[in-house]
């Protein structure tokens, strides 16, 4: 039981990714309170955890007056927070630039960025009044590189890692220290959809030289090491783990000349 007594927030916790992480913490003896938007997905969780030790909060990241009201609930209930996952985003509807409407890049902007800036602060505060506490970004292989289609995504990503770095920098000294996990592309969450058709999966799996698209449990495995005691020194870095995608070019230039295609 790595996390016994241990208490943990994972915001956007009751589906997806998040609900992953929430199980993976609870199996190994936390506490795990989650919030989400939607009130129908966080009473499911709620009743399909309730033997366990959970609380539930249907409440918005970019709404500083709801999540200071849940962060008070569970130091009410649990006196602290260990782990703060800020695992919450959205993806913008995926279209080239000069087509983003105003409101997706503002709504992209408003949760990815503002918004987990905001619960950072909330809980941050608390956790350096408590003098220790861990605070992992969830990020995205897209932040690093860039790609067409997914430019409101990828900016309020990209400031993500700014941000674990500036916390890091800032906090670690009150013993709460800062750390992001930037995914490539994952067979689960918000891919859920897309990966019903084989299509899709083909498609994602040829854009990593490994083949295939990441395993959630590769990304809830990561988490909970970098929530452990024995990773506390990783502080400020955002850790790619993408299969091998940045970079990677699916169709090298050398292979093209040395095919002659370019005579
Ligand atoms: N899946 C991937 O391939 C992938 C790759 C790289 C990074 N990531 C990152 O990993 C994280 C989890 O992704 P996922 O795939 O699990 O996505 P998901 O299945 O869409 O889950 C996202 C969760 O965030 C919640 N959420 C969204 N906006 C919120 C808001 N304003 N306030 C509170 N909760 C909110 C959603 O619940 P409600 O809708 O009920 O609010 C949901 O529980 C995201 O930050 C994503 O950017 C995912």
Redo the contacts with the bound molecule.
């Keep these: 039981m790595r996390f016994q007594d241990k208490v943990v927030f994972i ?9 992953a992480m929430a199980e993976a913490f609870l199996a190994e003896g936390a506490s795990v309170a989650v ?4 009130a129908e ?1 966080v009473n499911r969780f709620a009743e399909e955890f309730k033997e366990k030790k959970v609380l539930s909060f249907a ?4 709404s500083y007056e709801d999540m200071e009201k849940a962060a008070a609930k569970v130091w009410d209930a649990w006196g602290r927070v260990d782990v703060l996952i800020n ?5 913008n509807p995926l279209v080239p630039s000069e087509k983003i409407k105003k409101e997706n890049f503002d709504m992209a902007i408003d ?2 960025l503002k ?1 987990t800036f905001y619960v950072s602060q909330i809980f941050g505060r608390r956790m350096v009044e408590q003098g220790s506490g861990r605070i992992i970004n ?4 897209v932040a690093l590189s860039g790609e067409k289609g997914f430019l409101p ?1 990828a900016m309020s ?1 990209a400031g993500l890692m700014v941000m674990t770095r500036n916390l890091a920098s800032e906090w670690s000294r009150h013993g709460v220290t800062v750390v992001g996990v ?5 067979a ?5 959809g897309l990966i019903r058709k084989q299509a899709f999966v083909d498609f994602l799996s040829k854009k990593t030289p490994i083949g295939r698209m990441a395993k959630v449990e590769e990304i809830t495995g990561l988490v909970l090491f970098l929530a452990s005691p024995g990773a506390q020194y990783i502080n400020g870095e955002t850790i790619v783990v993408d299969g091998g995608m940045t970079g990677y070019t699916a169709e090298p230039l050398v292979d093209f000349i040395m095919a002659g295609k370019g005579k």
């Design positions: 915001t956007g916790g009751a589906k997806g990714l998040g609900r919030n989400a938007r939607n997905s409440a918005d990241i970019t695992n919450a985003g959205i993806v949760v990815n918004g969830m990020i995205t292989q995504y990503k930037a995914p490539g592309f994952i689960g969450g918000m891919n859920e």
